[in-house]
Structure formats: structure tokens, C-alpha cells
T-cell receptor, first 115, second 111 residues
Framework: KAGVTQTPRYLIKTRGQQVTLSCSPI?????VSWYQQTPGQGLQFLFE???????NKGNFPGRFSGRQFSNSRSEMNVSTLELGDSALYLC??????????????FGQGTRLTVV | QQPVQSPQAVILREGEDAVINCSSS?????VHWYRQKHGEAPVFLMI?????EQKGHEKISASFNEKKQQSSLYLTASQLSYSGTYFC????????????FGTGTSLTVIP
């Protein structure tokens, strides 16, 4: 069974540009969550999608957006990139509807560097 | 509502034991534990639910004190493969609409 796939693995962008990251969950999983990981901050929750609907959103500015398609694949978009957006962006998929009692499977992440 | 993990870092020799703690300021519904090795994705270890239910790997031991709003992960007879960063995640409802990861505990096991 294939795991969670994130593309691209690495990305270098310039301040002010926008970027789109992709996540393909495990087959059959309809819940996808996105996290930003930076040294010392742990995993900061961005948003969660279930069956194409955004169920929860973290405390990030509106420059961060996402969506989920009918095949459960998800994309995350960051517009007007800032240096502080440099981070590892992780996607996690799960079988259940709620993150509270469900095991999450993480992808390898996309390492975004903003210069 | 980010949980507080302690210690922030620990170095062990093979065979030694360690305890990683995770504390919340709010009443918990669930606590999740993940381990992330350098350059890899976080991997699920265990979920502990309010009421006593646990789901996870048999070789992992953890406790959940609902009254104290904290959980502890027990790593006994540590092996080199235990090295990594351990994250606890705290859930405040079954839907997970409030779910936060801690900042992690770096564990290094040396020969």
C-alpha cells in the first residue's frame, strides 16, 4: 500500500512569489491535514480537509490556503511568500473523520526555502 | 493550547531508560505520540484516549493521567534505533477540531 506522497520534495522560491504544494493521501483515506514544521516550533497546524471540505483551520494568515479534490488529493497554496515561510510542510492523511482519535500517516514533506 | 513537553532533549546510553512528559493546561480527550527521525516523516507510536483506551505499538509504553492532564512516554532498555524527536499531540475533542502538537523532545541514544 503506497504511503502519503508529497511533491515536490524541495522548492526554492523568491519573496513575493506564490507556491503550490501537493499531497496524495493513502488510498481510501479521506482526511488530509497540513502542518508547518520549523526548528523549535514543532508542528504547527495549518488546516484539515475531509471529503473536499475544510473542517478546521489553524492560526495562519490568509496567504495560506488549501483545497481537496474529489480523489482526496490536496493542495496547499502560499501567496506573497515571506522569508519566514521557509519551513518543512508536512501532509498527513487518516482514515477517520477526526484527528482526535485517529492515527495519522505523514508524508516526507516539502522543504520550502524562500530567498 | 500547545502542550508542553519535557525534557527538551535527552542523551542516553544503550540500555538506559527514559521518560518523556507531555502536559496540557486544558482537559484532554486524547494524547498522541509520534517519533520523527532526522530527515524522515513523523511515525505514529500511540494514541491514548480519555477513559483508558489505547491504540498503538505493543512495544511502546505510555500513560495518560486525565486528572493531571498529562501523559508520559516510557522508553525502556533504549536502543540506537530509538533516537529521534518525539512529539506529543493533544486532542480536546473527538472531532479533533482542537488538536496541537508539542515542540518535541530530542532523544539521542549513544553506544
Amino acid at each position: 500500500k503506497a504511503g502519503v506522497t508529497q511533491t515536490p520534495r524541495y522548492l526554492i522560491k523568491t519573496r513575493g512569489q506564490q507556491v503550490t504544494l501537493s499531497c496524495s493521501p493513502i488510498s481510501g483515506h479521506r482526511s488530509v491535514s497540513w502542518y508547518q514544521q520549523t526548528p523549535g516550533q514543532g508542528l504547527q497546524f495549518l488546516f484539515e480537509y475531509f471529503s473536499e471540505t475544510q473542517r478546521n483551520k489553524g492560526n495562519f494568515p490568509g496567504r495560506f490556503s488549501g483545497r481537496q479534490f474529489s480523489n482526496s488529493r490536496s493542495e496547499m497554496n502560499v501567496s506573497t511568500l515571506e522569508l519566514g515561510d521557509s519551513a518543512l510542510y508536512l501532509c498527513a492523511s487518516s482514515l477517520g473523520q477526526g484527528r482526535g482519535n485517529t492515527e495519522a500517516f505523514f508524508g516526507q514533506g516539502t522543504r520550502l526555502t524562500v530567498v | 493550547q500547545q502542550p508542553v513537553q519535557s525534557p527538551q532533549a535527552v542523551i542516553l546510553r544503550e540500555g538506559e531508560d527514559a521518560v518523556i512528559n507531555c502536559s496540557s493546561s486544558k482537559a484532554l480527550y486524547s494524547v498522541h505520540w509520534y517519533r520523527q527521525k532526522h530527515g524522515e516523516a513523523p511515525v505514529f507510536l500511540m494514541i491514548l484516549l480519555k477513559g483508558g483506551e489505547q491504540k498503538g505499538h505493543e512495544k511502546i509504553s505510555a500513560s495518560f493521567n486525565e486528572k493531571k492532564q498529562q501523559s508520559s512516554l516510557y522508553l525502556t532498555a533504549s536502543q540506537l534505533s530509538y533516537s529521534g524527536t518525539y512529539f506529543c499531540g493533544t486532542g480536546y475533542s473527538v472531532t479533533g477540531n482542537q488538536f496541537y502538537f508539542g515542540t518535541g523532545t530530542s532523544l539521542t541514544v549513544i553506544p
